[in-house]
């Protein structure tokens, strides 16, 4: 990852339909959907949909493959946590976040350091 793709992902996630779709996308997991369904489940016109998947598919958020006369539409989540990691190894210092491969379960772990205690609701003077 570097800061050009990172610039790209976080432009591309930074409107809200594209948002809303990436997330759908997240929930559906590694198996993804077409696009009928995500069209369908956000309420999305089939033409502003597929502006939005172009756009979120150059940033490197979106994969897509042709099954039969659909296409299923999945997140890139090698992607979104080279994203993830990008940020916590490049723009946070040490003290605050870190990350580390587990060997255990083969998944990378972001801690963040407890500097900030929560704000709560009607608590924001």
Do not use: K, W
Not at 43 to 51: C, Q, R, V, W, Y
Not at 93 to 106: E, H, I
Request: proline fraction near 3%; charge should be neutral.
């Amino acid at each position: 990852m570097n800061t050009e793709n990172a610039l790209s992902a976080f432009s591309a996630l930074s409107q809200e339909t594209r948002l809303r779709v990436f997330r759908l996308l997240v929930e559906y997991g590694a198996g993804g959907a077409p696009a009928g369904t995500l069209g369908e489940r956000l309420n999305i016109p089939a033409n502003t949909l597929s502006f939005h998947l172009s756009h979120l598919a150059r940033a490197g958020l979106v994969g897509s493959e042709r099954r039969g006369r659909s296409i299923i539409y999945r997140a890139d989540f090698g992607f979104f946590t080279g994203l993830i990691r990008f940020m916590a190894e490049n723009c946070c210092r040490s003290d605050v976040a870190s990350v580390r491969d587990d060997s255990q379960s083969g998944c990378a772990v972001i801690e963040l350091a407890n500097c900030c205690p929560p704000i709560l609701q009607g608590d924001r003077t």
